[in-house]
Nanobody
Framework: QVQLVESGGGLVQAGGSLRLSCAAS????????MAWFRQAPGKEREFVSA????????NYADSVKGRFTISRDNAKNTVYLQMNSLNPADTAAYHC?????????????????WGQGTQVTVSS
């Protein structure tokens, strides 16, 4: 089992930045890929970014490419999402996810463990 706890969400003005963190506990963290998804009210869960177990491969949704950066620190069992140039369309609950496979993928069904989420609200 893996437990995931997100933090770092909040209210920010358009153009601002936030850094989300996801702390993992339980089974080995460093062997599996990690990802961030988001879900806005009334919308389906949407892929944001994923990183492979070693951190060498990273995927991004087109909507966040060039603005968001995913990273991980396996020594701290933590994955991060640096979000810059935020706009109101980024408003959502952001969820961290983990999978046993080391390969980063975009499909939510590929992930075995999920955090409760942290809310990000971007005002115009």
């Amino acid at each position: 089992q893996v437990q995931l706890v997100e933090s770092g969400g909040g209210l920010v003005q358009a153009g601002g930045s936030l850094r989300l963190s996801c702390a993992a506990s339980g089974r080995s963290f460093s062997t599996g890929a990690m990802a961030w998804f988001r879900q806005a009210p009334g919308k389906e869960r949407e892929f944001v970014s994923a990183v492979s177990s070693g951190g060498g491969n990273r995927n991004y949704a087109d909507s966040v490419k060039g603005r968001f950066t995913i990273s991980r620190d396996n020594a701290k069992n933590t994955v991060y999402l640096q979000m810059n140039s935020l706009n109101p369309a980024d408003t959502a609950a952001y969820h961290c996810a983990a999978r046993a496979s080391p390969i980063a993928t975009m499909g939510p069904g590929s992930y075995d463990y999920w955090g409760q989420g942290t809310q990000v609200t971007v005002s115009s």
